[in-house]
């Protein structure tokens, strides 16, 4: 099964920018200063670290020659020769839920941001006035220089805008949910495939029908309209000539795209319905946006959605839609919505029940794929110490070699937290990141960020980790006077990082300091080697869904290492303060 944080991984993913419409005519045309630079956003929610493309030959994939840009904490990006094409945005983390960012959208060069609604107007060449008309926005809105998400003095510049474009979100996601996980555990190329193929089944839609509206002025969703794209989604995936989907269709094929689209349909629509009419409740859009109960509760009844089947799923789909709302409902006001969670899944095991199905829908919400950290326990310089003790400060020896040697996490499998690639085999390609910050306002920071590191899990279950020859190490220093440096480190130590007894994964320090001082003597690095006092420290893994031992997400974080041309790393991770003695 799939869980959206889980795909990340986290996940590395795509987001596009789309082209603005034409103006009126002139009898003197001065001719255009063709731009130096191109700078734009990306937003479904701000996304940090998400890697931009210039994709010159509209391919979607990053090709020799191409070029590529990191967008900065606040979505912020910029190509410093300016880029005449389409954008790709891939990857990252949503600053606003936290959540990694799994979607797949494109535009044309000219746009200021990057949006989910952006996409639409790429491949079918639809005008701006038709994408506002379809999603209920104003005549006269320009999709390609909208904002949803800016503010002025923290309030929301366009609140309807934002509504409208998470509610857009969520249909294309939680489609794409329930198709991956119809599909089986899929690659992050495959889930990214999934994404825009449901995409172009918005986009269809819109096509099909050019005087209706997804969501109408009055935030209304159309659930007409939601049943053409989940039903279209699933045909496009099913007949897709994409390379990383052959594995995915051949099982898609299988389903009856209707029969998907009667039992999911009614839930998609009632939670985007909530999101076009709710201001700005990021705890119930983060709570919508990582919940799995109706791409698990499909996948559960998949005898069902075969096309032999003729058991009628009005009253399993109209449960799953009650128990979607409830699941999600918990997450901002969990007393009032427990014994509203119960009601509505005992209601969807009884609708099972009566078309033949046995479900326990009460696992529906739960994640499925993701790595615990075992015990809630960390390990600095050889210590253990709880996530707890680690929030509130720790005190920690410096070790021989650096002040932090040695950063450890413990970690247990549940499902399956590593797809398995096109081999067969369960391996994923992540980023890395340490930074140690001191409390007190002597600006004495320490960032360090590995760009490729290799995480396998084999068949007992045991992860083993290295970094390649091939990766690059981004190290940047700042001393208490102010002084910095930057360092890039090639053919790294493959034991930086490393899995080992207990699934540990345990990022080395003090061999990378060891290396530093093999390869450059420098002055502000060697000064920052064994940092002492107060300080708080960061770990990020990108891609990997990391959770504490229950299952609670940990918090999502990003090390942007300073810099020009230096890499972002998002993900979730551990953060705290040490005190180093």
């Known amino acids: 099964m799939i869980d959206k944080k889980n795909t990340l991984l986290s996940v590395a993913v795509a987001l596009a920018l789309a082209a603005c419409g034409g103006g009126g005519g002139s009898t003197s045309t001065p001719t255009p200063t063709a731009a130096s ?10 996304l940090s670290g998400s890697a931009v493309l210039c994709d010159t030959n509209k391919n979607g994939v990053a090709d020799t020659g191409e070029a590529v840009v990191l967008t900065d904490a606040q979505g912020n990006f910029t190509f410093t020769t300016a880029c005449a094409s389409n954008i790709v945005v891939s990857g990252g983390t949503n600053i606003d839920t936290g959540l990694p960012f799994t979607g797949v959208l494109k535009t044309t060069a000219g746009s200021t941001v990057a949006t989910p609604i952006t996409s639409l107007m790429v491949d079918a060449g639809l005008t701006n006035a038709q994408v506002a008309a379809f999603l209920g926005l104003p005549v006269g809105t ?9 503010t002025t003095n923290g309030v929301l510049n366009n609140p309807d805008a934002l509504k409208r474009t998470l509610a857009l979100q969520q249909i294309i996601q939680q489609t794409t949910n329930t198709i991956a996980t119809l599909g089986g555990n899929t690659t992050v190329a495959a889930l990214q495939a999934i994404y825009l193929n449901v995409v172009k089944a918005v986009t269809a839609a819109l096509v099909a029908n050019p005087t209706a509206s997804l969501i109408d002025a009055s935030g209304n969703v159309s659930s007409g309209l939601v049943n ?11 007949t897709s000539s994409d390379p990383t989907l052959v594995n995915v269709k051949t099982i898609v094929a299988t389903f009856s795209p209707s029969r998907i689209a009667a039992v999911a349909t009614a839930a998609i629509t009632a939670e985007a ?10 705890t119930l859009t983060k709570a919508m946006q990582s919940d799995n109960t109706i791409a698990n509760a499909v996948n559960a009844v998949g005898p069902l959605m075969l096309p032999t089947n003729t058991q009628p799923l009005t009253t399993f789909a109209s449960a ?4 979607a709302s409830a699941n999600t409902t918990i997450y901002v006001s969990p007393q009032a919505a427990l014994a509203a969670e119960t009601a509505a899944a005992n209601s969807l095991n009884s609708a099972a029940s009566a078309v033949g199905q046995t479900v326990d829908a009460t696992k529906f919400s ?10 809630d326990q960390i390990a600095i310089n050889g210590t253990t110490y709880t996530l707890t003790q680690l929030t509130s400060g720790v005190i920690v020896t410096s070790a021989k070699v650096a002040s932090v040697d040695t950063f450890a996490l413990p970690l247990s499998i549940n499902g399956t937290p590593i797809p398995a690639n096109a081999n067969g085999i369960k391996t994923a390609t992540i980023k890395v990141a340490l930074e140690l910050k001191d409390t007190a306002a002597t600006n004495r920071l320490l960032q360090v960020a590995i760009d490729t ?3 396998t899990l084999n068949a007992n279950g045991q992860l083993s980790a290295s970094v390649p020859a091939s990766a690059k190490i981004y190290v940047f220093g700042q001393t208490s006077s102010g002084v910095t440096a930057n360092l890039t480190l090639s053919n790294p130590a493959a034991t930086l990082v490393t899995a080992g007894a207990n699934n540990t994964i345990s990022f080395n320090m003090g061999g990378l300091f060891s290396q530093i001082a093999s390869t450059t003597q420098n002055a502000v690095l060697t000064d920052l080697q064994n940092l002492k006092g107060n300080l708080n420290v960061k770990f990020v893994m990108s891609t990997l869904d990391l959770r504490t031992s229950n299952g609670t997400p940990t918090p999502a974080a990003s090390i942007l290492v300073t810099g020009a041309g230096q890499p972002a790393v998002s993900g979730e991770g551990v953060q705290g303060i040490v005190t180093v003695q």
Do not use: E, W
Not at 37 to 46: F, I, P
Not at 276 to 282: D, H, I, K, R, V
Not at 366 to 375: E, G, M, R
């Open 320 to 323: 799953l839609s009650g128990l």
């Open 273 to 282: 319905q909530t999101l076009a009419t709710t201001t700005n409740s990021l």
């Open 366 to 375: 739960a994640p499925t794929n993701y790595l615990a950290i075992t015990n």
């Open 453 to 455: 590191v290799t995480v």
């Open 142 to 150: 320009d999709p390609t220089k909208l904002d949803p998400s800016a």
């Open 228 to 238: 053409n794209v989940v039903q279209q989604s699933v045909t496009n995936v099913a």
């Open 37 to 46: 630079t191109t700078s734009g956003k990306a937003v479904d929610g701000y």
